[in-house]
């Protein structure tokens, strides 16, 4: 166990909707990642927080949105859905962002868009 | 340019054997770090093990190594005894130190690796 926890585990839902995933660090880590996992594209950067202000962005899109809240933990919005955002959508978490920094991941949400 | 190249989609391996997952990396950075993680078909991302480019030895965490060979720009991940858990995906990602960077994770396509009882 990592000692991030993510949810939902799982979410089905339908083209157009809105969806909010939820990321809870582990004790003491101020840096929150987001990555998108999906079978084409690989793993891909999205955003990442540190202590509640927006850090880096990588190939985030504009449907896409994020936060970190003053209790550190992280929300990802995903907003008009496509087919194709069905993915693994991972959190992960480290101390301070730092190079050496090792970012330890939650179990993911597996995002199915039908 | 590919900055992290894992070049074995797959590989099947014999229980109890040591198996070695290339990876090569592009920087032109001196200051870098190299990550290796484990996905079993479960799905979850699990950190195994760290290198930094100024570390003098290897790294080594339980039955994991990493054969750093820095002139080379690789650093290959070495399973010592391997077990039938340790079937997964591997993914090979460095960190630059470039200020521009902001310090991402860069990642390779990572390796299959399924061991055969």
């Known amino acids: 166990d990592s000692g991030v926890t993510q949810t939902p585990k799982h979410l089905i839902t339908a083209t157009g909707q809105r969806v909010t995933l939820r990321c809870s660090p582990r004790?003491?880590?101020?840096?929150v990642y987001w990555y998108q996992q999906s079978l084409d594209q690989g793993l891909q950067f999205l955003i990442q927080?540190?202590?509640?202000?927006?850090?880096a962005k990588g190939n985030i899109l504009e449907r896409f949105s994020a936060q970190q809240f003053p209790d550190l933990h992280s929300e990802l919005n995903l907003s008009s859905l496509e087919l194709g955002d069905s993915a693994l959508y991972f959190c992960?978490?480290?101390?301070?962002?730092?190079?050496?920094?090792?970012?330890?991941f939650g179990a993911g949400t597996r995002l199915s868009v039908l | 340019a590919q900055k992290i190249t894992q070049t074995q989609p797959g590989m099947f391996v014999q229980e109890k054997e040591a198996v070695t997952l290339d990876c090569t990396y592009d920087?032109?950075?001196?200051?870098?770090?190299l990550f290796w993680y484990k996905q079993p078909s479960s799905g979850e991302m699990i950190f195994l093990i760290y290198?930094?480019?100024?570390d003098e030895q290897n790294a080594t965490e339980g039955r994991y190594s990493l054969n750093f060979q820095k002139a080379r720009k690789s650093a290959n991940l070495v399973i010592s005894a391997s077990q039938l858990g340790d079937s997964a995906m591997y993914f090979c990602?460095?960190?630059?130190?470039?200020?521009?960077?902001?310090?991402?994770?860069?990642w390779g396509a990572g390796t299959k690796l399924i061991i055969k009882p």
């Open positions: 004790s003491g880590d101020l840096s």
């Open positions: 990602a460095m960190r630059e130190g470039l200020m521009d960077s902001n310090y991402q994770l860069i």
């Open positions: 920087t032109s950075d001196q200051s870098y770090g």
């Open positions: 992960a978490s480290s101390v301070s962002g730092g190079l050496v920094d090792i970012q330890y």
């Open positions: 290198q930094g480019s100024y």
């Open positions: 927080y540190y202590n509640g202000e927006e850090r």
